[in-house]
């Protein structure tokens, strides 16, 4: 398994930004797509972002399409959610996740982050 640590998260007004990080150990980074979710307190954890091993194809959830963006840096085994125009609803601990493919799509994560907590306020 891949060790993942996020971080980045923290505190910003409602239209601010924020740019999430997630580090991943290992040699092998570049081989698998990775995602990001969120769970908010009391609702469950939800889909937010995903890129494939080489970072041309991406995915987003609908609330947030036009205002994050996911990307990746393989030679640095990051992945990164630069979130803009947030808002209140956008509050959630924010995970990123390695998936068991190179290609987006589908629902087969193996490996979780700890969690960077993003508060919006109004």
């Known amino acids: 398994q891949v060790q993942l640590v996020e971080s980045g998260g923290g505190l910003v007004q409602a239209g601010g930004s924020l740019r999430l990080s997630c580090a991943a150990s290992?040699?092998?980074?570049?081989?698998?797509?990775m995602g990001w979710f969120r769970q908010a307190p009391g609702k469950e954890r939800e889909f937010v972002a995903a890129?494939?091993?080489?970072?041309?194809?991406?995915d987003y959830a609908d609330s947030v399409k036009g205002r994050f963006i996911i990307s990746r840096d393989n030679a640095k085994n990051t992945v990164y959610l630069q979130m803009n125009s947030l808002k209140p609803e956008d509050t959630a601990i924010y995970y990123c996740?390695?998936?068991?493919?190179?290609?987006?799509?589908?629902?087969?994560?193996?490996?979780w982050g700890q969690g960077t907590q993003v508060t919006v306020s109004s």
């Open positions: 996740a390695r998936k068991l493919s190179a290609f987006i799509g589908g629902n087969n994560y193996d490996s």
């Open positions: 290992g040699r092998t980074f570049s081989n698998y797509a």
């Open positions: 890129i494939s091993w080489s970072g041309t194809i991406t």
